[in-house]
């Protein structure tokens, strides 16, 4: 079952969604193939800390982030990848490394790829390892409102 925080948001705000289940998987791009779904639609989320702060990069599966991109954009003196120590009581209705990119519902900030932005449906993390939940990338970037930009390079 999808995250609590994350299901009851988006009932509440009448988006549409389907959740797929997929065998156990923990990297992205092994996500993303037990669920029959290319890994530019697939979002992960990397956490870092931004001048101490938690925060959330979305990017493609098959992306690596760009760290000094990110630094730039978020206007951060420093930024770095945050551990799974820094972060994994944040998440407290998800399973460690399975959080959905729905930084706003956890008070951090959120900054996507714009390579996601291009896409009709994005799918990503429903808080466990072994679901998805997939929408319109609209939908996503309504109510999270993600800074959009160039944040990610191909792996």
Do not use: W
Not at 46 to 65: E, N, Q
Not at 80 to 103: H, R, T, V, W, Y
Not at 107 to 120: A, G, I, Q, W, Y
């Amino acid at each position: 079952m999808p995250a609590t925080t994350l299901k009851d948001y988006l009932d509440g705000q009448c988006v549409k969604y389907v959740t797929i289940p997929h065998l156990p998987e923990f990297t992205a791009q092994e996500i993303a193939a037990s669920a029959h779904i290319h890994g530019k639609d697939f979002a992960k989320t990397v956490m870092v800390k931004a001048d101490g702060k938690l925060a959330m990069a979305v990017i493609p599966a098959s992306h690596r982030v760009n760290l000094e991109q990110l630094c730039t954009v978020t206007g951060a003196k420093e930024l770095n990848l945050a551990s799974e120590q820094e972060f994994k009581d944040k998440f407290p209705d998800c399973e460690i490394g399975a959080m959905p990119p729905f930084g706003n519902l956890y008070n951090m900030e959120v900054c996507v790829s714009e390579t996601l932005s291009h896409d009709k449906e994005i799918a990503f993390n429903a808080g466990s390892h072994t679901e998805l939940i997939q929408l319109p990338y609209q939908d996503f970037e309504r109510l999270v409102r993600p800074k959009v930009a160039r944040i990610s390079l191909k792996e």
